[in-house]
């Protein structure tokens, strides 16, 4: 889905598909210099991390491990509290294995706080971030993320696995949703 597909239910386009893509072969190249010789487990959030997720580790040329994790924030409304109960959790070991956490947004921060702490508890040898988003305004809590993509103003966005009520998870580029859309 394109986002003129959807141009009424925008109020601004973001990103296009082919800056989201630009900006992806920025962070894999990073990646790929950076774990040279390495064996590189991502790790991706469901749901909202697929398409980043599916990009980024087909721009990367090393040989990585794919694997997900689901999981959610208890909490008010939209309002994420840092408590966080995992939905769907790893099949791999990470015992002495070098982790990159895969995420499409870092708003609060606070989800991502927590899922690094939990995973660098099982033993892993390190754990780093890659967001394509982050909402400054938003952060709640500090998280050092290592391979970030876009700043963005603290607006509701769509796209790119992104999503409002499961909706516009399909859409190639990024945009922000239009007010009348989640009033309906
Ligand atoms: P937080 O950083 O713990 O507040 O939660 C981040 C999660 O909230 C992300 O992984 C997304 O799933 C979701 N999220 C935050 N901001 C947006 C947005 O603008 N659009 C869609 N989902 C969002
Ligand atoms: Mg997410």
Redesign the pocket.
């Known amino acids: 889905m394109q986002l003129s597909d959807i141009a009424d239910d925008l109020t601004d386009i973001l990103y296009t598909e082919e800056q989201i893509q630009d900006k992806i072969a920025e962070l894999a190249a990073r990646i790929d210099a950076d774990y040279a010789g390495e064996r590189l487990l991502l790790v991706g959030?469901l749901k909202?991390?697929v398409m980043v997720m599916a990009d980024l580790a087909r721009a990367i040329t090393l040989p990585v491990e794919m694997d997900w994790m689901a999981v959610s924030?208890y909490g008010s409304g939209t309002q994420?509290s840092?408590v966080v109960r995992i939905l769907k959790d790893l099949d791999s070991d990470l015992t002495g294995r070098k982790v990159l956490i895969v995420?499409?947004?870092?708003?609060?921060?606070?989800?991502?706080s927590w899922l690094r702490a939990n995973l660098e508890s099982r033993g892993a040898a390190s754990v780093e971030i890659c967001a394509l988003l982050r909402?400054p305004a938003?952060a709640?809590v500090q998280v050092d993320v290592r391979y970030a993509g876009f700043e963005i103003e603290n607006?509701?966005?769509?796209g790119y696995g992104?999503?409002?009520a499961e909706r516009y998870r399909n859409l190639r580029g990024i945009g922000v949703l239009a007010p009348h859309v989640y009033r309906d």
Do not use: H, P, R, W
């Not at 995420?103 to 991502?112: A, K, Q, R, V």
């Not at 607006?155 to 769509?158: R, S």
């Open positions: 959030v909202g991390a924030s994420s840092g995420e499409d947004i870092i708003d609060s921060g606070l989800t991502l909402k938003a709640k607006e509701f966005v769509i992104l999503d409002y």
